[in-house]
């Protein structure tokens, strides 16, 4: 029991790490925009300007994070006499697994977009919060956009979730068990129930791509393809193309769900490896933070 409180609690600090990094930063950016207002007597425009002020903050806050939490976590693995890139499997790709893992991302993207689709039944509200936030994170400079949401954000929250999450728990917990957990942790993450249940079936899939690959970049590089991809897509107005020819954006999707998508896994699944789980000795790990 104790060593599952351990584990618990191990998974609980390197999330809160991420998570209060952001929170700290948009609460100081918010405080500012307050203070600001108040000095030029203008408390009555606060909450109309709020979101427009705090757009580009939170694709700051979103880089900010991503280079803190990096920071801190190889600090951490240091005080443990361990290599974060180590432990977290940086581990070169073969040319197949490499644009296999591109294609799973392109692919996966469309696969989001249906099961949003299908969310949208149930958890409407929940589906228009997520839209509106994304549409405020569009609003600001399109190279912050595609820094903050399509770079830094896939790099770190893998690291966090496929590389020490995954960690901890496959250390006590079987491989099938181990994809599950971190799967629906990663969703729950994102603090939105129609974005989450997305995002935790994407983490099986990325959860699958670095067991079978045994390296980090596969996941990594699926999740950074459909992030870039949709931040692109958005920008080029792909909203606009869709509702001129549904039929065409139709097929598009049917093709990367249907074919791409499976082709990929398939690959990725063929050419898997032995899996080295990552079995640390208590007694020789020193933890120190």
């Known amino acids: 029991m104790k ?8 998974i609980t600090k390197y999330i809160l790490i991420h998570f209060v990094i952001i929170m700290l930063y948009n609460f100081g950016a918010g405080a500012f925009y307050g203070v600001k207002m108040a000095m030029n007597d203008q408390l009555d425009e606060i909450e109309s300007g709020i979101e427009a002020f705090l757009a580009p903050h939170t694709s700051i806050s979103i880089i900010i ?12 693995m240091k005080r443990k006499n361990l290599n974060l890139y180590e ?3 940086f581990k070169k790709l073969s040319r197949g697994q490499t644009l ?5 991302g392109v692919s996966i993207l469309s696969l989001s977009l249906l099961i949003l689709g299908m969310t949208s039944f149930m958890f409407q509200e929940s589906l228009d919060t997520h839209i509106n936030n994304t549409h405020s994170l569009i609003s600001v ?4 956009l595609i820094i903050s949401v399509g770079i830094a954000a896939p790099f770190i929250e893998e690291i966090l979730f ?9 250390q006590k917990s079987t491989i099938a068990i181990t994809i599950i957990i971190q799967a629906i942790i990663f969703g729950a993450y994102h603090l939105n129930l129609a974005h989450g249940i997305m995002t935790t079936i994407m983490g099986i899939f990325l959860g699958l791509s670095l067991y079978w690959t045994g390296s980090i970049w596969a996941p990594i590089l699926i999740h950074l393809t459909n992030n870039l991809l949709s931040v692109v897509l958005d920008l080029l107005g792909y909203g606009i193309f869709i509702e001129t020819y549904p039929l065409a954006d139709k097929a598009i999707c049917g093709t990367a769900v249907l074919i791409v998508l499976p082709l990929s896994i398939l690959y990725l699944y063929r050419s898997r490896i032995t899996w080295e789980p990552k079995k640390v000795d208590e007694k020789t790990e020193i933890e120190k933070i």
Not at 162 to 170: D, I, S
């Open 3 to 10: 060593t599952y409180i351990k584990t618990t609690w191990q």
């Open 141 to 144: 400079h399109p190279l912050l």
């Open 87 to 89: 432990e977290c499997r």
């Open 162 to 170: 496929r590389g020490l999450v995954f960690r901890e728990l496959e």
């Open 65 to 76: 994070a991503a280079i803190g939490a990096f920071l801190i976590y190889r600090y951490i």
């Open 100 to 104: 296999a893992s591109l294609s799973t």
